[in-house]
């Protein structure tokens, strides 16, 4: 095996796979390099297996509502290991098939952690004591749990966990503190709520989901409550302890101290980039605040490395990562690609309500001096979700008031995390209001909600 | 059932014209052949006849409007009984023998559709732009076809328009639009070069001190023309000095002989008749560049300056090599006269091979024309006045007229020029040898 190729990508996750994958079609001799399982978090310890969790939570929802449906479902019960065992197996089945990817696009897999090291065109790349040569070298290391060891929010394995013990839980907890209403906390609370867990949410800011338009935050919030959750939002995280029993923690709101106790308690706090122990401090590689700094084609400030995913900062998103992996890879190899628009990467999460959006919240868009246009729809004036028993989803569009330009859209509702691809298509397309008013939406579907909430912006919603 | 009446496109390159005068009002009821409006183009004033029955159940644009764009719509027209024809063209220009003729006999005809100019919504090329950036190109008066797309396969896209915006542009210097935007609001002002958007003050020339004049189409198009022309052909003059003693002598006896007929040859007459025979004499000369090839006339389509109020327009003799004296006249007499009326119809200004421009008439000595596209040479003839000139070693007095062809350098090089000038003067020192 030849230690030289044109590229060198280190992580094999969403970002990195793809990357190869690209760099391989364009006629790249390519290399990835992996510590662990190749699929990265998102296919093993992310995306995949959280939603493999998620789904059976739903298939175990529905059963208690068997009665609405006119069924029989007696005696419904659950088996904590077999649902997990369940979720493995779908992310050992899509590892594997990453593996099939690499060998089809004859990309070389190197197994280990890499170390980079000072070298000609770009660093040399270190695994297990052999060093590797290449044109470009490109980061694709993701990111991890952030922790915040003042407040005890740091992972023990044990009784507090990172959403990594969360989806492979030691043991099945009787309540759960939840730190953080992100998408990953948000999923977790919403995943073990379903299974009859009482679950607290502590938010720092204002709202849960802080980063999705205010309204959504506040639609769901309502929802989650009928489940179940208990959301506490303006209240900080003073210190979390394990102990024999479960955890303990000190939480503070409107200056006000109050002490929580649960059986075990899940830290989703944020992320943080994994810079460490590659060698870029001896590189003198850019990094600031736990992320590497790229130009807007991955490039770093190092000659021939390059760096893309969640290790270049938010939004920590695998379609994120898979993107910029493959801009990057082609403007190394001389194409002329778009940068990447960060008002046009949608985001999931798949908790129950759904929640999708893409683009500016009405704030935001306002914010940045925009007029605009705000049109909503209720799941309850659909039919499809009727006879679905989904009636409960909002759909809100924003449009730029003087050019009809669609800024932002906002979901929350069953299925919504696959109809909002619909808005991201109209958005990177550019068409305006016009255009997707003039669209026919089929009937009956949960996607003439979208069709509807553009109509409402405009004065022109039929059924409400 | 109602149709609609709208603006006709009275020539092939017509874009917009000005509805001068209706001649039906509301409640009329009009058959078809029937003159319903004039419309005031950039060279004439054209009758539009009815083409469909009916009655005029509303005027859409009011006489005398401005810059009313082709295929608007202009009256809507109730119709008596069932519709007799498919009312896709409701309006025409009058139907001429000439029209088809014109087309047959010069191929130019043909050279005149695709005159430069950014106009890419009558037959350019289709612009590839996202919705979006159509919107924003609209709202900011932006060109589009003079953008260059960075989305997919070229296609615009909302981050160049405002990339044109931001950047100082050659079309549109952001003082400069801000400067015509005070001065105009429409877009046109922005489509103008930029130093035609500077503004008078910027100049030196004080607020207050001139009147100014509105731009009407006949200046307009002038304007556009003669500025591509000396801009995009590379052109030269060629001139030479024409004896014309024989010449005048027998434009005397013709006028003699035959003046009791009506016939009164000017020297003008013979310079079209002796321009049209040097052309078939030189047939390369007599030709068009166009980027798929170099077109060779067939005939030599002269092409008349006649200067009118407010501007100029040419006239075509058609086919003139084929044609005498006599007619070549009288033909030139009806067209200059109804050229200064305004009434000449498209396919009589509209193509052409060859321009003469003649200013000998107005004591001018020798000048240079600027290229009437898709001409190959245009001549300016000047003054004939009695000069004195060296013949056989001696001074003697001649009568001499100065004769300068502009060529398009890209189908006429100046050896081609001067065998073309050569075989001009033969005709003209040689009045006779017109005649054979």
């Known amino acids: 095996m030849s230690n030289s190729f044109d590229l060198i990508v280190i992580g094999s996750g969403p970002g990195g796979y793809v990357t190869a994958i690209r760099a391989s079609q364009l006629g790249l001799k390519t290399a990835i390099v992996e510590r662990d399982k190749l699929g990265g978090i998102c296919l093993n310890w992310g995306c995949i297996p959280t939603k493999a969790l998620l789904r059976s939570a739903e298939v175990y929802r529905n059963f208690q509502h068997a009665k609405e449906f006119g069924l029989t479902a007696e005696a419904v019960s659950f088996d904590p290991q077999a649902v997990v065992k369940r979720s493995r197996g779908v992310a050992d089945r899509l590892s594997k098939g990453v593996g099939f990817l690499m060998k089809k696009h004859k990309i070389t897999v190197i197994e280990g952690e890499a170390r980079l090291e000072k070298g000609s065109a770009a660093p040399k790349v270190i695994v297990k004591d052999q060093a590797y040569e290449a044109k470009h070298v490109i980061l694709a290391t993701g990111a991890r749990a952030r922790e915040i060891p003042s407040a005890g929010l740091k992972g023990d394995g044990k009784r507090i966990w990172t959403y990594r013990d969360a989806m492979t839980p030691p043991e099945w907890p009787d309540s759960l503190l939840v730190f953080g209403s992100g998408a990953i906390g948000i999923e977790f609370a919403s995943f073990y709520a379903a299974f009859g867990v009482k679950v607290t949410v502590v938010e720092l800011l204002d709202r849960i989901l802080p980063v999705e338009d205010e309204e959504i935050s506040a639609f769901a919030k309502k929802r989650f409550e009928k489940e179940g959750l208990k959301l506490l939002t303006s209240t900080e995280a003073k210190s979390l302890k394990a102990n024999a029993n479960g955890v303990e923690a000190i939480i503070s709101s409107k200056g006000k101290e109050e002490t929580l106790t649960a059986s075990h308690a899940i830290v989703a706090v944020g992320i943080t980039g994994n810079v460490e122990n590659l060698g870029l401090e001896a590189l003198g590689v850019q990094v600031e605040r736990g992320h590497v700094v790229t130009d807007p084609f991955g490039k770093t400030n190092v000659a021939g490395l390059y760096a893309i995913g969640d290790v270049t900062g938010a939004p920590w998103l695998a379609h994120k990562a898979s993107h910029e992996g493959i801009i990057c890879v082609e403007a190394i190899a001389g194409q002329k690609p778009a940068p990447m628009l960060k008002e046009r990467i949608p985001g999931c999460t798949y908790s129950h309500p759904q929640i999708a959006s893409v683009g500016l919240t009405e704030a935001k868009a306002k914010a940045a001096g925009r007029e605009v246009r705000v049109g909503r729809f209720p799941f309850v004036g659909n039919g499809k979700a009727i006879a679905l028993g989904e009636d409960q989803g909002l759909v809100k569009t924003v449009f730029d008031a003087k050019t009809g330009e669609l800024l932002g859209a906002h979901m929350v509702g069953a299925e919504v995390t696959e109809l909002i691809q619909g808005y991201v298509i109209a958005m990177n397309a550019e068409v305006t209001e016009h255009e997707l008013m003039d669209t026919i939406f089929p009937h009956p579907t949960l996607s003439e909600t979208m069709h509807e909430a553009v109509l409402d912006a405009y004065g022109r919603v039929l059924h409400v | 059932m109602t149709t609609q009446i709208t603006m006709p496109a009275l020539s092939p390159t017509m874009e917009e014209g000005n509805l001068a005068k209706w001649h039906v009002k509301v409640g009329d009821a009009i058959e078809p052949g029937q003159v319903i409006a004039e419309i005031e183009t950039d060279k004439a004033t054209m009758e539009v006849e009815a083409v469909d029955e009916g009655v005029i159940e509303e005027l859409l644009v009011p006489e005398g409007a401005q810059n009313v764009k082709v295929n608007t719509p202009i009256a809507r027209l109730k119709g008596e ?91 549109a210097a952001p003082e400069a639009r801000a400067q015509s935007r005070e001065l105009t609001t429409g877009r046109e002002a922005r489509s103008e070069t930029p130093a035609l958007r500077r503004s008078l003050e910027q100049m030196g020339i004080r607020a207050g001190s001139y009147d100014l004049v509105p731009l009407d189409m006949m200046r307009k198009t002038i304007a556009k023309r003669m500025t591509e022309s000396f801009r995009d052909v590379p052109h030269f003059p060629l001139t030479i000095d024409i004896e014309i003693d024989a010449l005048l002598k027998a434009r005397g006896e013709i006028n003699k002989r035959f003046g009791d007929n009506g016939v009164k040859i000017s020297v003008n007459d013979m310079c079209i008749k002796a321009a049209a025979l040097a052309l078939k004499l030189v047939p390369e000369s007599n030709a068009s560049y166009t980027p798929d090839g170099v077109a060779m006339h067939h005939h030599a389509d002269i092409a008349v300056a006649v200067a009118i109020p407010g501007g100029l327009i040419t006239p075509i003799m058609w086919a003139a090599e084929t044609k005498g004296l006599a007619q070549i006249s009288a033909e030139m007499a009806d067209l200059a006269q109804r050229a200064r009326e305004k009434k000449l119809r498209p396919e009589e200004f509209q193509g052409g091979t060859f321009s003469i421009s003649n200013m000998g008439m107005l004591g001018i000595k020798s000048f240079a024309s600027i290229i009437n596209e898709p001409h190959g040479m245009i001549m300016s003839i000047g003054a004939g006045e009695k000069r004195p000139i060296v013949k056989n070693d001696a001074l003697a007095i001649a009568t001499m007229m100065t004769v300068t062809v502009t060529c398009d350098h890209r189908v006429v090089d100046g050896a081609l020029g001067a065998a073309f000038l050569k075989a001009f003067r033969s005709f003209l020192e040689d009045p006779m040898a017109m005649l054979l």
């Open chain 2, 81 to 171: 009984g069932e519709a007799k024809t498919p009312p896709k063209q409701q309006a025409q220009p009058q139907p001429s023998p000439r029209a088809e003729e014109g087309k047959v006999g010069a191929g130019a005809a043909k050279f005149s559709t695709p005159t430069p100019g950014p106009s890419p919504q009558t037959g350019g090329e289709r612009i590839f732009a996202s919705p979006l950036a159509r919107r924003l190109a609209k709202q900011d008066g932006i060109d589009l076809s003079g953008l260059h797309g960075s989305g997919p396969h070229g296609r615009i896209i909302k981050r160049d328009i405002e990339a044109a915006l931001k950047a100082p542009r050659p079309q």
